[in-house]
């Protein structure tokens, strides 16, 4: 990964995390192509019916949890957008991430977790704040993939955090940028939230039939 001092505008590759799953998916992926299903981790869910709310594994146990929450919106920024896919994956709170097999022996991201928005284009997901590897220069950060109906998935910037330390070492440039996807926390009782409404790009690539 580079190093988010000097180039902000990345995102990890979720490919070095993919599973080339082969289970039949909830409706709501039937228009993906089967090459695509097995070409990124966002088509990597067991249950048959997404909702729009999600918790990832060991929250229940990990001590600072968090309360993500919002409304994902058209590109005109007002509409609600129902049925959109949003993925997300972190490491854990000393910033590894944490690899299992799943019955086929295929590689993912443990602590991950998937919604499909509402009519009202509402999301919730309950994690935990990650951590970040030692002696690095890279932000906290969760990081995204979205996918709405008939149309390509594509990667969003990661959710950053306002009390990261970092922060103030940042360029303009760079600091601009990460405020677009920044949560910004408050506490209640023994949880953080943070409330990110998301708005969808215009023109999203289309499958190729």
Not at 35 to 52: A, D, G, M, R, W
Not at 132 to 141: F, M, N
Not at 157 to 173: E, M, R, Y
């Amino acid at each position: 990964m580079k190093n988010l001092i000097t180039c902000f505008c990345f995102i990890i590759l979720v490919s070095a995390f993919q599973t080339l799953n082969a289970q039949e998916f909830a409706s709501i992926l039937d228009d993906v192509p089967q090459n695509h299903k097995k070409q990124n981790p966002i088509y990597n869910f067991s249950e048959k019916e997404l909702t729009n709310t999600a918790t990832v594994p060991d929250f229940d146990t990990k001590p600072n949890k968090l309360k993500i929450s919002g409304t994902i919106f058209h590109a005109d920024g007002k509409t609600p957008a129902k049925d959109v896919v949003l993925f997300i994956y972190q490491p854990d709170e000393d910033g590894n991430y944490e690899i299992k097999r799943d019955s086929n022996r295929h590689r993912y991201v443990y602590h991950r977790a998937w919604i499909k928005t509402d009519a009202d284009g509402r999301y919730t997901f309950y994690t935990f704040m990650p951590g970040k590897y030692l002696h690095t220069k890279e932000l906290k950060q969760i990081h995204r993939v979205i996918k709405e109906p008939g149309k390509a998935e594509y990667d969003l910037a990661s959710f950053f955090f306002n009390d990261d330390p970092l922060i103030p070492d940042l360029t303009l440039a760079c600091r601009a940028k990460a405020v677009q996807s920044m949560l910004r926390l408050e506490k209640e009782g023994d949880m953080y939230v943070a409330t990110k409404d998301i708005k969808l790009t215009k023109d999203l690539p289309v499958y190729e039939q």
